[in-house]
């Protein structure tokens, strides 16, 4: 790529206006589709665990948000129909208010970032924004806000949005890198979440999902004797099913290969935990009927509990629609790839392996992690929160992109900002038809 000045891109980035106007983001046209949205779910499902996939769609039926939230592959095609800027960064690739939350970073301190990635890939800045406009739109009104307050989140977001990009168009490179939002605790809702990540404890976790092992000891009236005996997952069908035999052995045989794409002192870490226990466990709404694995281990005694999750990654969603030539083939390690380029701080054991020829992302399973809840986003709580998921996600962008490249094209904002709250609007009504069409093919038993 030729070095080119700060002038120089920021006009660049203006120049794209005449391209692709601002103003022109509002459009969406469902006519232009070229394939029906049932269709393309049935593609997606392809390849996952049959037994699961009724349960993957009767999530997506609960609510028109549970639906957008299983329908990346729709609105990945969705936005391929439509023109484009052409200014590409690292795509979270579903940007939705609910792919926000707390964690742990490498240092133990919380941090609140985006924190999905499956559908990750390099694409045009702005599908990343309509797709969380659309979300704010949609768990705005199923939060039981009214469509005026839901408008007013969308233009706040894409306000925020613009400013930090502005704010780090002439800032050194290794500082955006460095940037930190720091007023997270201001925010309601992440308040919550963050209230929620500190309680979230690998012990926490290890009462949670795991057990006594019958007969290791009888654990009466004493709570810390409990967790000293041995333990293993709990049954709780069809959401956590142990392993064993040569289904276990093969998951734990993977951690072999995982290791290797750890960096030697992280490898030294994970070698101080033996693996004690294997399950298998459903997770999320789009990844449902994905094969995801836990290992349950310990480290420095019974109270040092470490919980992997060997999650399975499927192609993404926008991968028909993009080139990258420098994507990588592995679909853990394109998770991990485009984690590292948006996130501010991963987690110390992120990696990938492989399992019977399929790829899989390997991460902790619980870590200090929480989100939030719909319910928290009433009123002041959706506009507040759509603030920060604009200042998070210009972050990721500003990181894996070019800040003075799309500064120049978004200007003040004000135009860019009543094009998605247009655009929002538009699909949330969309996505309410096609959450329709996915039951009236249930009843008729499609």
């Keep these: 790529m030729q070095w080119a000045s700060p002038e120089e891109r920021h006009k660049s980035g203006q120049a794209l206006r005449k391209k692709m106007a601002r103003q022109h983001h509002a459009q969406l046209d469902p006519k232009n589709r070229l394939t029906p949205p049932l269709v393309l779910l049935q593609r997606s499902v392809k390849g996952r665990v049959p037994a699961l996939v009724k349960l993957k769609y009767e999530r997506m039926m609960v609510s028109p948000f549970g639906y957008f939230r299983g329908a990346v592959p ?32 490498e240092d133990g301190r919380l941090i609140f970032d985006i924190n999905d990635f499956d559908e990750t890939y390099r694409g045009p800045f702005e599908w990343d924004l309509k797709r969380m406009a659309a979300s704010l739109v949609v768990a705005g009104r199923e939060a039981q806000n009214k469509d005026s307050v839901c408008t007013r989140a969308v233009l706040r977001f894409v306000a925020a949005y613009c400013e ?3 704010e780090y168009a002439p800032m050194p490179v290794l500082q955006i890198v460095r940037h930190q939002v720091s007023r997270l605790k201001d925010v309601t809702p992440v308040h919550i979440a ?16 795991t057990e006594p092992i019958p007969g290791a000891g009888t654990g009466k009236g004493d709570k810390d004797f409990e967790l000293a005996t ?3 997952f709990k049954e709780i069908k069809p959401v956590l099913t142990r392993l064993t035999g040569q289904k276990a052995e093969e998951v734990l045989e993977s951690l072999k290969a995982y290791k290797q794409t750890l960096e030697p002192q992280r490898r030294h870490f994970l070698e101080s935990f033996r693996p004690l226990d294997v399950a298998f466990k459903v997770v999320g709404t789009g990844s449902v009927g994905l094969r995801d694995y836990c290992v349950y281990m310990e480290g420095n005694g019974p109270q040092d509990p470490l919980f992997l999750q060997i999650k399975e990654e499927a192609a993404s969603a926008y991968a028909p629609y993009l080139t990258d030539p420098h994507v990588a083939k592995q679909q853990g390690q394109r998770v991990v790839d485009g984690q590292r380029f948006i996130q501010m701080g991963t987690d ?33 709580g959706l506009l507040e929160y759509a603030q920060l998921c604009g200042e998070l996600l210009a972050r990721g962008h500003a990181r894996s992109g070019d800040a003075q490249v799309i500064a120049g094209y978004v200007g003040s904002g ?11 609007e538009v699909y949330a009504e969309q996505t309410v038809k096609d959450w329709m069409e996915l039951k009236r093919a249930k009843r008729s038993a499609r």
């Design 74 to 105: 729709v609105m990945a095609a969705d936005l391929a129909t439509m023109p484009n800027t052409g200014i590409h960064v690292q795509l979270c690739g579903d940007a939705h208010v609910r792919n926000l939350g707390a964690y742990a970073a």
């Design 164 to 166: 930090c990009m502005r």
């Design 194 to 209: 963050l209230q929620k990540a500190l309680r979230a404890t690998p012990l926490h976790t290890l009462e949670q999902l």
């Design 230 to 232: 041995p333990r293993r």
């Design 348 to 380: 110390i054991l992120l990696g990938y392996t492989k399992i019977a020829g399929r790829d899989y992302l390997v991460r902790q399973l619980s870590d200090h992690k929480a989100s939030i809840e719909l319910t928290d986003l009433k009123g002041d």
């Design 414 to 424: 004000n135009r860019l900002a009543r094009a998605l709250a247009a655009f929002g």
